[in-house]
């Protein structure tokens, strides 16, 4: 090769290089940085800004926090229930992308009616809690453990759900997938996703936004989330934890979800070795299973938690 062609391939190979940074870096910010989301954004269901406002208002809201592993401070709301026969019964219930914790009020409403104390945490990134990048339920699953532990350093007879939506739900799965204390009695998982990679996948071929090959832009993503938050993407997947899970799962997921399709459900559903149920609600998008049919919905979750002698 002569000096041209070689300070050509050189010149060729720099360009593609920090077309490389300039590109993964782009995709960080767009996906891997959590946004806020505004106060006056509408909700899908008005019940689920009803929820909303019913933890944000409620006389026994309490603001709590954290230190997590890696030293983020986290925040969580907790409401104890005030419901005949209250005792020693607890559910997490955890939000979905670019979101916060009192997302998940339509649930938490039912969960204190049902004698649950409950607390929402905001994962890392979102609401009160400390962070720069969503962990899309990697780093998250740490997360979760630590407020279990918090529940039972004030409750040693504890006895807890997990119960999360989208993001939430991969997060939940994922922490299933972990060494859980015996305290830990069931998960719920409302619409997640089989692995990141598969759900990017998912995206940007139903989008066709992306001027690249997925396997490219997937690769930029990849690397630029391993250097800025420090793990892998490879890793998020809830498919490789609910294999290793010991407890029993319930998954829900609407079948007209476009974000998230259900057949992910499904898959999730099959890995799984634990006790296991699923329900699917027809005509019901991402994460409305509980507005598209809330008598079957909550049918579903009290069927578990008689299982699990919860209820």
Known sequence: MGRKSAF??????????????IGGNKLYRRVVVPKARPEN????????????LFVRNHPGHQD?????????KLHGIYIESDAPGAGEKYAILVHGYNDHAESMGIFAEEY?????????????????SEGNYVGFGYDDR????????????????ARIILHGCSMGAATVLMTAGEHLPE???????DSSYSTVKDEFAHVIASSGDSPLPFALTYALLRLETRIR?????????PLRAVGRASVPILFLHGEADRLIPVDMATTLYMQAKTPKYMETFAGADHIRCVVTDPERYYGAVDGLLEEVSLL
Request: aromatic share 10%; with cysteine; glycine share 10%.
């Open 8 to 21: 050509a391939a050189a010149a060729g190979a720099g360009i593609l290089a920090v077309a490389g940074v």
């Open 64 to 72: 709590v926090y954290l230190e997590a592993i890696d030293l983020l």
């Open 41 to 52: 954004e509408p909700d899908f269901s008005e019940q689920v800004t009803k929820g909303r």
């Open 142 to 157: 740490l997360d979760i453990l630590e407020w279990i532990y918090w529940i039972l350093r004030r409750d040693k007879g």
């Open 183 to 189: 305290a830990v009695k069931a998960v719920v998982a």
């Open 112 to 128: 204190l009616k049902r004698g649950f104390h409950v607390l929402l945490p905001d994962l890392r990134g979102y609401g009160k």
């Open 229 to 237: 938050a420090g793990y892998d993407m490879n890793d998020c997947s």
